[in-house]
């Protein structure tokens, strides 16, 4: 198992990051445009993702890989090669095997963000401090990127925590058609093989990295939110 846990812990963070790199700034602009082409098409987009199955997904993204073969790999963490690589070049061929995988998993977790970003800021706006911002003077800009977007993201992180809980579970769907070495693939082998020992130790692998994301999600709401203390 500590052999596959980081792979899927790799998957799952750079999953993260780029759903977050996405899902904030589209969520921020879908709020800003409210009601008009922009935010339209971005609810049509974050539904459409939101309600597609991840296998179809998964599947889609291996028919692209197909016809624009050999630019995306579709097998494995890394290449025949990978032990003559230099150390840069290992990390360029790990990223490199994640780029499918990754887009895989963050297709659904974009769209649900996305959403909640767009709503928490659009609550924010209409809060009397943010009018009275507007009324003082300040750049559009700073009221939305500095005090509106410092409240509206509190429950986005909090949301840290189940987000990564929820990667780690549905990755074995993504390293099943992508032959990555990670937990859930082990995992869906020991069902399929009744390994009842290993099927119960990567449930309570699962269950610790629940605990240890949530415990980054307080610690990052700590740092966003002033008002919250530790000792409190």
Partial sequence: MWERV???????????????????????VAAVKQNKAADRILQVISYTGQGFPSFITVLCLLIFAQYTTPLFPVGGMTSINHTDLSWFGKILDVGWHMILPTIALSITSFAGLQRIMRGELLDVLRQDYIQTARAKGLPENRVIYVHALRNAINPLITLLGFELAGLLGGAFIAEQFFNWPGLGRLTLQAVIAKDQYLVMASLVMSAVLLNIGNLMADLLLKVADPRIRLDS
């Fill in 6 to 28: 980081p792979a899927t812990l790799l998957l799952a963070i750079a999953s993260l990051i780029f759903t977050w790199a996405i899902a904030i700034p589209l969520g921020i």
